[in-house]
C-alpha cells in the first residue's frame, strides 16, 4: 500500500469525525468549577497557532461549554476577555506597593 492511499484515508476519517458528540462526552462528568477552568484553558489555547483539526476540537468544546445551561454567561464573557489593563498594570506595574521604607523618626 503506498504512503499516498494511506494519507488520504486518514484525512477523510477526521473529517468524518464528529466533534461535537467528543466534546459533549468530554464535558458530561464535569462540575462548574472544572467548566470554567476547561473553558479558560480552550480559550488560551486558542490564541495559539494549531493544526486544523486541533482547532476544530477546541472550537467544538468550547461551543459545548458556553451552550451548557446553569453557566454564569458573564464570567464565560470575562474569561473570554481576559484581565483588564487596569488590573494587569495594578498587579505588577512599577509602583505596585510601597517604594519607600517607613522608618521611625527620632
Same mark, same amino acid.
Given at each position: 500500500?503506498?504512503?499516498?492511499?494511506?494519507?488520504?484515508r486518514?484525512?477523510?476519517?477526521?473529517?468524518d469525525?464528529?466533534?461535537?458528540?467528543?466534546? #459533549?462526552?468530554?464535558?458530561?462528568?464535569?462540575?462548574?468549577?472544572?467548566?470554567?477552568?476547561?473553558?479558560?484553558? %480552550?480559550?488560551? #489555547?486558542?490564541?495559539?497557532?494549531?493544526?486544523?483539526?486541533?482547532?476544530?476540537?477546541?472550537l467544538?468544546?468550547?461551543? %459545548?461549554?458556553?451552550?451548557? #445551561?446553569?453557566?454564569?454567561?458573564?464570567?464565560?464573557?470575562?474569561?473570554?476577555?481576559?484581565?483588564?489593563?487596569?488590573?494587569?498594570?495594578?498587579?505588577?506595574?512599577?509602583?505596585a506597593?510601597?517604594?519607600?521604607?517607613?522608618? #521611625?523618626?527620632?
Amino acid at each position: 500500500m503506498s504512503r499516498e492511499n494511506y494519507t488520504r484515508r486518514e484525512a477523510r476519517h477526521y473529517e468524518d469525525r464528529n466533534y461535537h458528540g467528543d466534546a #459533549k462526552k468530554l464535558i458530561k462528568g464535569l462540575d462548574l468549577y472544572q467548566l470554567y477552568e476547561l473553558y479558560e484553558i %480552550v480559550t488560551e #489555547k486558542l490564541n495559539y497557532g494549531s493544526t486544523l483539526r486541533r482547532e476544530k476540537e477546541l472550537l467544538a468544546v468550547k461551543k %459545548v461549554i458556553e451552550d451548557e #445551561k446553569g453557566l454564569d454567561p458573564q464570567r464565560l464573557q470575562r474569561i473570554r476577555r481576559g484581565r483588564s489593563d487596569m488590573s494587569k498594570e495594578g498587579a505588577r506595574g512599577e509602583k505596585a506597593g510601597r517604594t519607600t521604607v517607613h522608618r #521611625k523618626k527620632m
